[in-house]
């Protein structure tokens, strides 16, 4: 459990978000005390500049990838937690029930509910055997259980399980019960590592496919989205950052400003 200073800084950052003088000020405090953290923030407060020449861009996201594999991962969940609070925001409704929605999240944005998160956490990554990614924890942080354009997405509750702990129902599946539900041979070879995370909007489930990990810094594994009853993929992500990014612009695109691609439980 991240404590001491680190909590002060991370906790107003979490706050005011889009403060970036906050971000700055634990930058030079984390430089002070020899923490990598320090070069990461003010390395991502320039890759988010939007019109830095493309050279450039790639030089400091190489060094970002090396800078980020020195930083201890609970940190990072803690400081990213706040670029999500930051998603969440962006995409809420344009009408009168903007109140109510923001309304939903101001408990778990406070600190004891951060806290109970961060242990839920850790007792569902204790439960499971794997680390979870870091983007989904953060994203736990920041948002909570809710419909990502039309997919429940869950988050451990303080007890750590999720969904009845239906994570882990394919772990003590036979091959004839693959058989009768004519699961493919490509999923069979991976399924019993997976770990749900998500329902689809037509009874289709989300799941991380651990046997692929696809940022190892990160901890970040291939997000499946499977049909039911788990015959074969309807669409892979590189990550589950990537599934939301993907899914928001697409709900943006067919509904317009307007769209609601995330709905709080």
Sequence with gaps: MIGGEHEAFLGAIFKRPEDVTNRLVYADWLDEHDHPG???????QQLALPDLPKAKRTTLAARERKVLAKCDRDWLVLLERADWKQRYL?????????????SRRKRLWSAPAQKAMSRALAAFEEEIGLPLPCSWKAFAHACGGGRLCGDWIWV???????????WSVWKTATNEQFDRLNVTAEVRSWIRSSVRFG??????????????????????????WLTSPYQDRIETFESFEAMWNTRVAETRNADGDEARPFEPE
Excluded: C, F
């Excluded at 320090?38 to 991502?44: C, M, S």
């Excluded at 451990?156 to 239906?166: A, I, L, S, V, Y």
């Excluded at 689809?200 to 799941?207: A, Q, R, T």
């Design 38 to 44: 320090g070069e990461l923030i003010r390395l991502r």
């Design 90 to 102: 962006q995409v809420r409704p344009a009408n009168e029930y903007v109140a109510d929605w923001q």
């Design 156 to 166: 451990p509750t303080k007890g750590g399980d999720m969904g009845q702990r239906q």
């Design 199 to 224: 329902n689809g909007s037509h009874g289709d489930i989300l799941v991380w496919n651990t046997s692929r990990v696809t940022d190892p810094v990160r901890v970040e594994y291939e997000v499946v």
